[in-house]
């Protein structure tokens, strides 16, 4: 594409003002507006997008950052044999973080993986989707805790921290404007550029499509002409990835894409999320219906408790005190009867004696190790989110409250449902509150189903699926993955390096070729001349209206036009006060 201020232009010696411009044709002024666009933007702009080239470029890696840093958190030791039950590895979690509670539950993403639990725990920072969690990272064949990381949503550490750095620089909400500012022009920037080097065959002669479409420096005799016959095909070629990329940053961006909420679009931009509305809360055990809990072995042997309360997150069969058989009262040793032979002296009468206690036998069971050596024998009650989550078989206690379904229960009924892969499990939020699970899978085939379910009854009480997604929706999700190097695996992120270092060369190519063809080094004599005096009114209008809708669309680019625009005219009043008194 070529580079704006790059055409050849006759000024006048010493700057002198001319005098009134004829009005250009409609073509000629689309071109001379696209060049002056593309001259001033892409100066002011590039720096902004050679960072955002460079940090991006770094981003796209951050799978396999994360693979290789976080490889003893995120895969199991020895992924042999079946998983044990997810209710015993967030028991596990828990043990280890008594003073946290559960949060959510991520199930491994394959066979090899281990299962994240998300605890909230004091210290933590945040709120909402940017809130801080305790992420632990356990076994699911042994319950073994292989590590814990503070974790945002669904981002390790390293991945918070680069997409900070591309995103706002770590400078808080105000570095956020530099990333929309680069992302918001970089479309005008490249429509700009084609229009320059589409337009040559009109105005140039004998030019070919392979001039056109293939960089070369042949036939030209001038530094400047040679590079653009890289700048314009190389711009040609990357011209549609750019657009996208550009397009892409802004959905996920501040103030362009953050505007496209439900609240304020009706065109639902963003994807639907559950209600999760509150359901009936069960009043007495006839009102509960026969809901089977599924069967799991026990995590640990075993241990009698002073309560027979059930506790939260372990399974009923595991916490419950066994009942010990009823006491039979021993009768006292039975004296025998004597008879007495005449002569002789009767045996004097026995004191029965206290009978001893029995010492313990030796037990003929193995010892058996426990999985978790730094888990003590005596559990103590876990909390789970804001109120008690009960993750056993649903029971009546002594209380006769009604008890919920358990985890595992509520993730089969989740498979039975169709979802698959990783799911997100979240538990109920109070008395009335309801069983989240939604499909965390990224990348092609799309999963994105999420239901919610009645810890009381185990029905599903509300479901969204891909199919529920508004077309805009569905673009936003498709290109903020595909922005993220997420949508199609290794191939997306050798996409995206292969368009920020094509962008890099071209901001170079451009800046070098501005630099030669300036006749006057260090000042701005070779910036293209305003163009709105040889426009008709109807094109300004045009313009002008085109300009508030983007503005009102993306508000970092409205904003920064304005400034270009007062320092443009600020510029051009200077330029021609100081040619006038020259020419008195």
Same mark, same amino acid.
């Given at each position: 594409? !070529?580079?704006?201020?790059?055409?050849?232009?006759?000024?006048?010696?010493?700057?002198?003002? *001319?005098?009134?411009?004829?009005?250009?044709?409609?073509?000629?002024?689309?071109?001379?507006?696209?060049?002056?666009?593309?001259?001033?933007?892409?100066?002011?702009?590039?720096?902004?997008?050679?960072?955002?080239?460079?940090?991006?470029?770094?981003?796209?890696?951050?799978?396999?950052?994360?693979?290789?840093?976080?490889?003893?958190?995120?895969?199991?030791?020895? %992924?042999?044999?079946?998983?044990?039950?997810?209710?015993?590895?967030?028991?596990?979690?828990?043990?280890? =973080?008594?003073?946290?509670?559960?949060?959510?539950?991520? @199930?491994?993403? +394959? #066979?090899?993986?281990? @299962?994240?639990?998300?605890?909230?725990? /004091?210290?933590?920072?945040?709120?909402?989707?940017?809130?801080?969690?305790?992420?632990?990272?356990?076994?699911?064949?042994?319950?073994?805790?292989?590590?814990? $990381?503070?974790?945002?949503?669904? $981002?390790? #550490?390293?991945?918070?921290?680069?997409?900070?750095?591309?995103?706002?620089?770590?400078?808080?909400?105000?570095? *956020?404007?530099?990333?929309?500012?680069?992302? !918001?022009?970089?479309?005008?920037?490249? $429509?700009?550029?084609?229009?320059?080097?589409?337009?040559?065959?009109?105005?140039?002669?004998?030019?070919?499509?392979?001039?056109?479409?293939?960089?070369?420096?042949?036939?030209?005799?001038?530094?400047?002409?040679?590079?653009?016959?890289?700048?314009?095909?190389?711009?040609?070629?990357?011209?549609? +990835?750019?657009?996208?990329?550009? &397009?892409?940053?802004?959905?996920?961006?501040?103030?362009?894409?953050?505007?496209?909420?439900?609240?304020?679009?009706?065109?639902?931009?963003?994807?639907?999320? $559950?209600?999760?509305? #509150?359901?009936?809360?069960?009043?007495?055990?006839?009102?509960?219906?026969?809901?089977?809990?599924?069967?799991?072995?026990?995590?640990?042997?075993?241990? %009698?408790?002073?309560?027979?309360?059930?506790?939260? +997150?372990?399974?009923?069969?595991?916490?419950?005190?066994?009942?010990?058989?009823?006491?039979?009262?021993?009768?006292?040793?039975?004296?025998?009867?004597?008879?007495?032979?005449?002569?002789?002296?009767?045996?004097?009468?026995?004191?029965?004696? @206290?009978?001893?206690?029995?010492?313990?036998?030796? !037990?003929?069971?193995? @010892?058996?190790?426990?999985?978790?050596?730094?888990?003590?024998?005596?559990?103590?009650?876990?909390?789970?989110? !804001?109120? #008690?989550?009960?993750?056993?078989?649903?029971?009546?206690?002594?209380?006769?409250?009604?008890?919920?379904? +358990?985890?595992? =229960?509520?993730?089969?009924?989740?498979?039975?449902?169709?979802?698959?892969?990783?799911?997100?499990? &979240?538990?109920?939020?109070?008395?009335?509150?309801?069983? &989240?699970?939604?499909?965390?899978?990224?990348?092609?085939?799309?999963?994105?189903?999420?239901?919610?379910?009645?810890?009381?009854?185990?029905?599903?009480?509300?479901?969204?699926?891909?199919?529920?997604?508004?077309?805009?929706?569905?673009?936003?999700?498709?290109?903020?993955?595909?922005?993220?190097?997420?949508?199609?695996?290794?191939?997306?992120?050798?996409?995206?390096?292969?368009?920020?270092?094509?962008?890099?060369?071209?901001?170079?190519?451009?800046?070098?070729?501005?630099?030669?063809?300036?006749?006057?080094?260090?000042?701005?004599?070779?910036?293209? /001349?305003?163009?709105?005096?040889?426009?008709?009114?109807?094109?300004?209008?045009?313009?002008?209206?085109?300009?508030?809708?983007?503005?009102?669309?993306?508000?970092?680019?409205?904003?920064?036009?304005?400034?270009?625009?007062?320092?443009?005219?600020?510029?051009?009043?200077?330029?021609?006060?100081?040619?006038?008194?020259?020419?008195?």
């Amino acid at each position: 594409m !070529s580079s704006p201020g790059t055409d050849r232009q006759t000024r006048p010696p010493g700057g002198a003002v *001319r005098a009134k411009q004829p009005r250009s044709s409609a073509a000629t002024a689309v071109r001379l507006l696209a060049r002056r666009v593309h001259f001033l933007a892409g100066i002011v702009v590039a720096p902004f997008l050679v960072v955002l080239c460079l940090t991006g470029l770094v981003y796209a890696v951050s799978p396999q950052i994360h693979e290789d840093l976080y490889h003893s958190q995120l895969y199991a030791n020895e %992924p042999n044999g079946s998983p044990r039950p997810v209710s015993e590895q967030v028991r596990a979690a828990l043990v280890a =973080h008594p003073e946290g509670a559960l949060r959510s539950v991520s @199930t491994p993403s +394959g #066979p090899d993986r281990t @299962t994240q639990v998300v605890l909230s725990v /004091p210290g933590l920072r945040g709120t909402g989707d940017g809130a801080e969690g305790r992420t632990v990272f356990v076994d699911p064949y042994t319950n073994y805790i292989n590590g814990e $990381l503070t974790t945002v949503g669904d $981002l390790l #550490p390293a991945n918070v921290w680069l997409r900070k750095l591309h995103s706002n620089l770590h400078l808080g909400e105000p570095g *956020r404007l530099y990333a929309e500012l680069a992302a !918001s022009w970089l479309p005008l920037i490249i $429509l700009g550029g084609l229009v320059l080097w589409l337009a040559q065959p009109r105005r140039r002669k004998r030019v070919t499509w392979r001039e056109l479409l293939v960089p070369t420096q042949r036939g030209a005799t001038e530094r400047w002409a040679r590079l653009r016959g890289v700048h314009g095909p190389l711009g040609l070629w990357l011209a549609v +990835g750019l657009l996208i990329l550009g &397009t892409t940053g802004l959905t996920i961006s501040q103030y362009a894409g953050g505007r496209s909420d439900q609240a304020a679009n009706p065109l639902h931009f963003r994807a639907p999320t $559950l209600t999760a509305a #509150p359901v009936r809360v069960p009043t007495s055990p006839s009102a509960m219906p026969e809901v089977p809990p599924p069967v799991t072995p026990p995590l640990l042997p075993e241990t %009698p408790r002073s309560t027979p309360e059930v506790v939260a +997150g372990v399974p009923e069969s595991s916490a419950a005190k066994p009942e010990a058989p009823p006491s039979v009262p021993e009768a006292p040793p039975s004296v025998p009867e004597t008879t007495t032979v005449p002569g002789t002296t009767p045996p004097e009468p026995t004191t029965p004696e @206290t009978p001893s206690r029995e010492p313990e036998r030796p !037990s003929l069971l193995p @010892t058996i190790p426990p999985l978790l050596p730094s888990i003590p024998p005596e559990l103590p009650s876990i909390p789970l989110g !804001s109120s #008690p989550v009960l993750l056993a078989s649903p029971t009546f206690p002594a209380a006769a409250n009604p008890a919920r379904i +358990g985890i595992d =229960h509520a993730l089969a009924v989740a498979r039975a449902a169709g979802l698959g892969g990783e799911v997100i499990v &979240t538990p109920p939020n109070g008395d009335g509150g309801v069983f &989240t699970i939604a499909e965390r899978s990224v990348g092609l085939p799309i999963q994105r189903d999420s239901i919610a379910i009645d810890p009381y009854t185990a029905q599903v009480t509300e479901r969204i699926g891909w199919e529920d997604y508004s077309l805009a929706a569905k673009l936003t999700t498709l290109s903020a993955e595909f922005h993220t190097g997420t949508l199609f695996g290794l191939a997306n992120q050798l996409l995206l390096a292969v368009l920020a270092i094509g962008l890099l060369v071209l901001i170079g190519l451009g800046y070098r070729m501005w630099w030669v063809h300036n006749p006057y080094r260090g000042k701005w004599a070779s910036l293209p /001349p305003p163009v709105w005096r040889q426009l008709s009114r109807q094109a300004v209008a045009l313009v002008l209206l085109t300009a508030v809708a983007l503005s009102w669309v993306l508000a970092v680019l409205g904003i920064s036009l304005v400034a270009f625009v007062a320092l443009d005219s600020a510029i051009n009043a200077v330029r021609r006060r100081r040619a006038g008194t020259a020419n008195r």
